[in-house]
Each structure stands twice: as structure tokens, then as C-alpha cells.
């Protein structure tokens, strides 16, 4: 109950960014839902918002709530992304993709004049990496890119990095992101240098994207049992 409690906490604290008249990013996950459940209610009492959401879940929960949409390509500014994230270390850098949608995360992010980041004290870390990496990869020749992938986490210091296919929850078919690509989860117990890591994984063909977000958020909102946190770059 105490991350969910931290979870609203953060949430509610997300909206002191929003304005009347913005288009927002809309993350995907368990906080960001919570998220959304309030703008809703800020949308019934007369907020005029627009939201382009990162996956198709975010979409439905979304509508469900009241909150207008408009298609990504309809777009030519996005004012405020809030979404949350997996781990966040004290420069800011993210882990994301806990949820697969990392791809459309980081594309809605970097189109934004800002990311707002709301985690609950479980997401803090001194060092990313506890939290396996995810990556978004073509299904063409994916156990070659998963080696090229185990190759480069090396070269970046990861010590023994363990690259896992993600499964549907019947645990035999291969899920497929939004986008129609595959994940694989890369455990790393520890990144040591992420800028590192970054380098080396945007140089191999078959890698779409990958969940380390850097140089991205500027806000994190950290929900706690009784208030919320806010800290900012």
C-alpha cells in the first residue's frame, strides 16, 4: 500500500505542471494511470487539454477518463511530457521500458519542452542498472542483435549482462510492442557508465531503441507516504 499511496502522491503533484491549453505527453504505467484518473477529473471541471499518448493502454485509459487525444502527427508542439520510470539515479537519467512502450516514450519525450518524472522512493538508485535494461529490437535477426547487444553492455563495463527474449505472460510466445517490435531484458545489476552504454547500443543495426533516458527529464516527483517530493535539474 505504501508505494501506491506514493505513487497518488506523485501523481497529484504532476498536475501543478499542467496548464490550460497545453498538449501534454501522456506516459504509460502504473503511475501514469493514476495520473490520468486525476487529469480526468481536472478535465470535468473545465481544464481544456489535449494528450498524445505513448501506447495504445495509455490511449484506452485515457479516453476512459475523459481526456482528449489527438493523434501524434497532428502535433507540432508538445509542452509538458509526464510519465514515470523504472529507475532514476541522481542525475536523472532514466531506466524505462518496464512496460514495453519505451520507444514512443522516448519519441513523445524528446519532442517536449519538458519531461516531469513521477516515481514512487523505490525507483531512487545511486547506480542504474538493478532494474534490467530493456530493448527494443527488429524481430529480424534478433538473437544476432541480442549478441551484439551482450557485446556492447561489456564494452561499456557491465560485467556479466544476462539478455532475455520478454514473453507474453504465458511465457512461450515472443511480446510484441506497439510498434511491432521485440524486447529484450537485459540484466545488468549495475551500469557504470550509462552515456557508455548509450554510445555503444545506438551503434547496432537491429537495435531500435533502448530504455536508458538521458538528458531528458528535467523534473522528478518523488512520491512519499504523506506528500510529495519535487526535484528539478
Avoid: W
Wanted: net charge negative; hydrophobic share 45%; proline share 4%.
Amino acid at each position: 500500500m505504501s508505494a501506491q499511496r506514493q505513487k497518488a502522491h506523485a501523481a497529484a503533484a504532476a498536475l501543478d505542471y499542467v496548464e490550460n491549453g497545453m498538449t501534454l505527453g501522456l506516459g504509460s504505467g502504473s503511475t501514469a494511470e493514476i495520473f490520468l484518473r486525476l487529469l480526468g477529473e481536472r478535465v470535468k471541471e473545465g481544464l481544456d487539454v489535449r494528450g498524445v499518448p505513448t501506447s495504445q493502454r495509455t490511449a484506452d485509459v485515457a479516453r476512459e477518463n475523459g481526456v482528449p487525444l489527438i493523434e501524434v502527427d497532428h502535433v507540432d508542439h508538445i509542452a509538458v511530457t509526464i510519465d514515470g520510470a523504472d529507475e532514476v539515479d541522481g542525475h536523472f537519467r532514466l531506466i524505462k521500458g518496464g512496460g514495453a512502450c519505451l520507444l514512443r516514450e522516448k519519441i513523445i519525450a524528446h519532442a517536449s519542452d519538458l519531461m516531469v518524472v513521477m516515481v514512487d522512493e523505490s525507483k531512487l538508485v545511486d547506480t542504474l542498472g538493478k532494474f534490467p535494461l530493456p530493448v527494443e529490437v527488429d524481430p529480424f535477426g534478433f538473437s544476432l542483435t541480442a549478441g551484439q547487444i551482450y557485446e556492447a553492455l561489456r564494452k561499456a563495463g557491465v560485467k556479466a549482462p544476462d539478455v532475455q527474449l520478454r514473453r507474453k505472460g504465458d511465457g512461450l510466445a515472443p511480446l510484441i510492442t506497439d510498434g511491432g517490435h521485440y524486447i529484450l531484458d537485459c540484466a545488468c545489476e549495475a551500469i557504470p557508465d550509462a552515456r557508455l552504454a548509450d554510445q555503444y547500443l545506438k551503434a547496432i543495426p537491429g537495435m531500435v531503441e533502448h530504455g536508458l533516458f538521458i538528458d531528458i527529464a528535467r523534473v522528478v516527483i518523488v512520491g512519499e507516504d504523506t506528500e510529495a517530493r519535487v526535484l528539478e535539474l
